[in-house]
């Protein structure tokens, strides 16, 4: 029988042996500051898989707890003071991890899109719990959709991507017999550039810059809104993978450096920002697996750096142009290693966080964390071969709620032949046609219109 066959109180004693997942662990600066995001609103991610083939929502329950028994095995908890977790088991709390099913015969874009305004803005429970929720929704006998959420401070995008393809092989008739990935030790001690005292020293200055900078950047939340909801971009746009590729390739940029550029070119082009002198602020996260010593491909987890890039708002000049001097300046960063610093810059803004009350924090939230907009692009073409080649999966896109660090996420996900581009933002920040606009624009530049729009 396997780990994720095993009642859960079983599987505590199952993994009993391993006490690093039944001891207090320390958390990196990035998850510790996203907790304490939550204290004004939900930091939930989801990824929406399409699944072609023979499966039933009993088949599916089974896949599923079968994945989990890998990669995340028993529920989890977070200490009082937000720095520490730890997975256990206590009689009566965690319980089976939250799976619902339903059916759909037309339309299922609105059941998905109804899931995901609900669960992007549902606070998990606290105390020991599972940081996913799954919604499994049937369309036909031989396609399905499944909506994984799950609390973004425990899992970065890639471990979210691993689990779900832990799903998809286990629905195949696969054994998962590798080693479990466990989770991922803290970045200082497995990142290199972390433990050079030197490297601590300019951490510092690179943090007290990044706040300085991001003081004259333009952002959308001066403060944190009432009644506030992450709404999703359900109209996401499905557009082909070769012509994003000429477009790229034809400028000399890569697809990241033409994201970023249509982004900062958008918000410029539209009456969403004001002000002549002021910057556009906008962050992407980068996957570290492959940087750690040695390497972590699977691990649960944050494992990830990041950098903001900031360029000043400009009119009159070609887009082509633009791209090129974004692509300048993130193979600068890319160069110097500072995306290896972020981790450390929100350790130190956690730092500050705690030193401030409730009310200062509402005020000042915004202003530690200035980006106008988050930036993803990720292809998991070479990740997920073979369900690609199978036919077992059809179609991935990926949701990232904004919390206060961002008042907008544009992701794009390649899968197959084809990217998938999705927004979240803030509902009283932005309204669904600025959105729908921006996404319009944004999509022109990924397919080569790169005349005045």
């Known amino acids: 029988m396997s780990l994720a066959e095993l009642p859960v109180l079983e599987r505590a004693r199952a993994v009993y042996a391993d006490g690093s997942l039944l001891e207090w662990r320390p958390l990196n600066g990035l998850q510790r500051m996203m907790l304490r995001w939550e204290q004004f609103c939900p930091l939930n991610a989801a990824h929406v898989l399409t699944l072609s083939g023979s499966v039933t929502a009993s088949s599916l329950g089974d896949a599923v707890r ?16 937000g720095n520490r977790m730890r997975c256990g088991v206590r009689l009566g709390q965690g319980g089976d991890v939250e799976l619902a099913v339903s059916s759909v015969h037309r339309q299922p874009e609105l059941a998905i899109a109804g899931v995901l305004d609900r669960e992007l803005n549902r606070y998990f429970l606290g105390g020991l719990h599972w940081p ?28 979210i991507s691993a689990l779900c393809r832990s799903v998809l092989r286990v629905l195949r008739g696969f054994e998962l017999t590798e080693p479990a990935p466990g989770f991922a030790p803290d970045l200082s001690s497995i990142v290199p550039a972390f ?12 943090v007290s810059r990044e706040i300085f900078h991001g003081l004259g950047s333009w952002r959308a939340q001066q403060r944190f809104a009432g009644p506030d909801r992450c709404v999703t971009g359900v109209e996401s746009e499905s557009l082909s993978l070769s012509a994003v590729l000429h477009s790229a390739r034809s400028l000399g940029v890569t697809v990241q450096d033409l994201l970023l550029a249509a982004m900062h070119d958008s918000l410029s082009q539209m009456s969403l920002v004001t002000g002549r002198r002021q910057r556009i602020g906008l962050y992407t996260p980068v996957d570290l697996r492959q940087e750690t010593v040695p390497p972590v491909p699977e691990a649960s987890g944050q494992v990830l750096g990041g950098y ?58 915004p202003f530690l964390a200035p980006v106008a907009a988050l930036a993803s692009n990720v292809n998991l073409n070479v990740f997920f071969e ?6 077992q999966l059809l179609d991935y896109s990926r949701y990232t709620g904004t919390g206060i660090m961002t008042s907008m996420m544009v992701g794009l996900t390649t899968c197959g032949a084809n990217c998938r581009i999705s927004t979240t933002h803030h509902s009283t920040l932005f309204a669904e046609s ?15 219109e790169f005349q005045q729009l």
């Open 308 to 365: 903001t890039l900031r360029l000043p708002r400009e009119r009159g000049g070609s887009f082509a142009d633009l791209a090129k001097r974004v692509s300048r300046e993130s193979q600068a960063i890319k160069r110097s290693g500072h995306y290896r610093l972020y981790e450390r810059h929100l350790s130190f803004m956690t730092a500050v966080w705690d030193r401030l009350s409730h009310r200062a924090n509402e005020v000042a939230g």
């Open 386 to 391: 073979d369900e690609l080649q199978s036919g």
């Open 434 to 448: 600025e959105i729908r606009e921006l996404r319009r624009r944004v999509c022109c530049r990924l397919l080569g």
């Open 66 to 81: 079968a994945a989990l028994g890998r990669h995340f095995p028993l529920p989890a908890e977070v200490c009082s003071g």
């Open 195 to 206: 433990s050079d005292s030197a490297a601590a020293r300019h951490s510092v200055v690179s």
């Open 132 to 159: 996913f929720r799954f919604h499994a929704i049937c369309e036909t006998a031989d396609r399905w959709h499944l909506v994984v959420v799950y609390r973004h401070a425990f899992m970065d995008s890639r471990g």
